[in-house]
């Protein structure tokens, strides 16, 4: 009986970063105190037997950090276990235990660059699991939910956290402590509850298998790095990372990605020496940066990220930056992904 019932269940991978998920603190009361990246994965399935239930779940350890020091060797390195795992017949779906401060930009990497319908969720916590009212399990389990069933294909790459189904593209991180903290501009696109999935949107850029790139074939990512802007800025910290070595700039602008008038000749300058610039907006949700608007970008030869938060924009930047160098070219893709 047991192993008819292993047959009719989904195989899903559960990929481990680390992060609060894996999180332990000294007391039940320490919600926002602790270390996170503790747990090995073998813990973590351990501590939700229902997934047993749902899905035929194995781990494996890819790395156990907190996702702040996640380097763009990691993420290629994540990227490409993914693209094996989505390739073999025995996986049906894959779960990504994460630290929640890059989250959003590991999920937006991977919605990028596999090639495959399967479904891939990101998913970590707000609370280690030592914690009262701890938040991991559950999300634990909503991950493995959607992630083992087939209705959730070709969807893009999911984040699932505090029941709701968000797209890896659009998700950001805007709240801290509290378990609401994973919002989209957008709004969620479903709900994941008692383990059924239930939909109401879905992306409308393009992801996964309709994506011109491919993890398997990106061997590195170029350095692209994000200046911040605000009253009274000076043009150092631009300046500084170009000569650090960065192939672009993100500009995480005030209001409509405006640019103060400090920092344009600087900005100008980068551009004739080859750096891209590109364009978002720091404000906190729903962020929208038109070309020409605030500055004439056609002239300058920058590129808007649109609604992308600057952290986004990075990791579009450096994927699209592995094709082309063509400020055209980049704009295209940054208006189509
Ligand atoms: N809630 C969290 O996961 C934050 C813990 C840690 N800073 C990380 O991102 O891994």
Same mark, same amino acid.
């Given at each position: 009986?047991?192993?008819?019932?292993?047959?009719?269940?989904? +195989?899903?991978?559960?990929?481990?970063?680390?992060?609060?998920?894996?999180?332990?603190?000294?007391?039940?009361?320490?919600? *926002? %105190?602790?270390?996170?990246?503790?747990?090995?994965?073998?813990?973590?399935?351990?501590?939700?037997?229902?997934?047993?239930?749902?899905? +035929?779940?194995?781990?494996?350890?890819?790395?156990?950090?907190?996702?702040?020091?996640?380097?763009?060797?990691?993420?290629?390195?994540?990227?490409?276990?993914?693209?094996?795992?989505?390739?073999?017949?025995?996986?049906?779906?894959?779960?990504? %235990?994460?630290?929640?401060? %890059?989250?959003?930009?590991?999920?937006?990497?991977?919605?990028?660059?596999?090639?495959?319908?399967?479904?891939?969720?990101?998913?970590?916590?707000?609370?280690?699991?030592?914690?009262?009212?701890?938040?991991?399990?559950? +999300?634990?389990?909503?991950?493995? *939910?959607?992630?083992?069933?087939?209705?959730?294909?070709?969807?893009?790459?999911?984040?699932?956290?505090?029941?709701?189904?968000?797209?890896?593209?659009?998700?950001?991180?805007?709240?801290?402590?509290?378990?609401?903290?994973?919002?989209?501009?957008?709004?969620?696109?479903?709900?994941?509850?008692?383990?059924?999935?239930?939909?109401?949107?879905?992306?409308?850029?393009?992801?996964?298998?309709?994506?011109?790139?491919?993890?398997?074939?990106?061997?590195?990512?170029?350095?692209?790095?994000?200046?911040?802007?605000?009253?009274?800025?000076?043009?150092?910290?631009?300046? *500084?990372?170009?000569?650090?070595?960065?192939?672009?700039?993100?500009?995480?602008?005030?209001?409509?990605?405006?640019?103060?008038?400090?920092?344009?000749?600087?900005?100008?300058?980068?551009?004739? +020496?080859?750096?891209?610039?590109?364009?978002?907006?720091?404000?906190?949700?729903?962020?929208?940066?038109?070309?020409?608007?605030?500055?004439?970008?056609?002239?300058?030869?920058?590129?808007?990220?649109?609604?992308?938060?600057?952290?986004?924009?990075?990791?579009?930047?450096?994927?699209?930056?592995?094709?082309?160098?063509?400020?055209?070219?980049?704009?295209?893709?940054?208006?189509?992904?």
């Amino acid at each position: 009986k047991e192993a008819e019932q292993q047959q009719k269940l989904a +195989n899903v991978v559960i990929l481990a970063t680390g992060g609060t998920i894996a999180g332990a603190g000294a007391s039940a009361a320490n919600s *926002a %105190t602790y270390q996170a990246a503790k747990l090995g994965i073998d813990k973590l399935i351990a501590g939700v037997p229902e997934l047993a239930d749902i899905a +035929n779940v194995r781990g494996e350890q890819v790395m156990q950090i907190a996702s702040e020091s996640i380097s763009n060797d990691d993420l290629l390195k994540l990227g490409k276990r993914v693209a094996e795992l989505a390739d073999s017949k025995d996986v049906d779906g894959i779960v990504i %235990t994460h630290g929640t401060d %890059t989250l959003e930009e590991t999920a937006y990497f991977l919605n990028l660059v596999e090639k495959t319908d399967k479904p891939i969720v990101v998913v970590g916590s707000m609370r280690p699991g030592t914690a009262m009212s701890a938040d991991g399990m559950l +999300n634990l389990y909503n991950a493995v *939910a959607v992630a083992s069933d087939k209705q959730n294909r070709g969807k893009g790459v999911l984040v699932t956290m505090n029941d709701e189904i968000q797209s890896g593209r659009d998700v950001s991180k805007s709240v801290n402590i509290k378990t609401e903290a994973f919002k989209s501009a957008w709004g969620p696109m479903g709900m994941v509850v008692e383990g059924k999935s239930y939909w109401f949107r879905l992306p409308a850029k393009r992801h996964t298998v309709n994506s011109e790139f491919d993890i398997k074939t990106i061997s590195s990512l170029p350095a692209v790095d994000i200046a911040y802007g605000y009253g009274n800025v000076t043009d150092t910290a631009y300046k *500084a990372l170009a000569q650090g070595g960065a192939k672009a700039i993100i500009h995480a602008g005030t209001g409509n990605g405006s640019v103060s008038s400090r920092v344009v000749p600087a900005l100008q300058e980068l551009r004739k +020496n080859g750096v891209q610039i590109i364009r978002s907006s720091h404000v906190n949700q729903g962020g929208f940066v038109l070309r020409n608007a605030e500055q004439p970008d056609d002239k300058n030869d920058w590129v808007v990220a649109h609604d992308l938060n600057p952290q986004k924009a990075r990791i579009l930047a450096m994927v699209a930056m592995t094709k082309t160098q063509d400020s055209k070219e980049l704009q295209r893709i940054f208006w189509e992904y």
